[in-house]
């Protein structure tokens, strides 16, 4: 069980460093201008959302579902605090899903956002870690 968490717990730690620094690469692609910097923005994207950020993603919620199996899910039933934390790992699975489609229309130079934008979407996931910890170590309710 503690094997469970501690490889939980590494991929979140991989799968938020992605969540953190590929929307801060969106920022610095979206000012760009010149062809050479807007080519390796590409290749720097592309490697990060598929090397890193999604398999840290995919084994997170392996790790995760294999605790809650592992316990039994009935123990978690009655907790709101559980609901909420999936809840809110729902909503960041989305976010990450659009960060991709973000890299496809990069990709094909089809971005239609600011830089400005990026650095306001680039602190939702810091909003998701605090609740999320916080429920998973708190326990609230």
């Given at each position: ?35 050479t910097?807007?080519?390796?923005f ?18 997170t919620?392996?790790?995760g ?24 790992i ?20 089809a ?31």
């Amino acid at each position: 069980m503690l094997w469970l968490k501690a490889l939980h717990l590494i991929f979140m730690v991989t799968w938020f460093a992605g969540l953190f620094y590929l929307p801060r690469l969106y920022v610095y692609h979206a000012m760009s201008t010149d062809q050479t910097s807007i080519d390796r923005f590409k290749i720097m994207e592309r490697k990060l959302f598929f090397g890193i950020m999604t398999p840290g993603a995919i084994l997170t919620l392996i790790f995760g579902t294999g605790i809650l199996l592992m316990n039994g899910w009935e123990i978690y039933a009655g907790n709101l605090w559980l609901h909420i934390k999936l809840g809110c790992i729902i909503l960041l699975i989305i976010y990450h899903i659009y960060c991709g489609k973000l890299l496809i229309d990069f990709k094909h130079d089809a971005n239609r956002h600011s830089h400005v934008w990026y650095r306001m979407f680039n602190e939702i996931p810091v909003l998701f870690l605090f609740i999320i910890v916080i429920l998973a170590v708190v326990r609230p309710f």
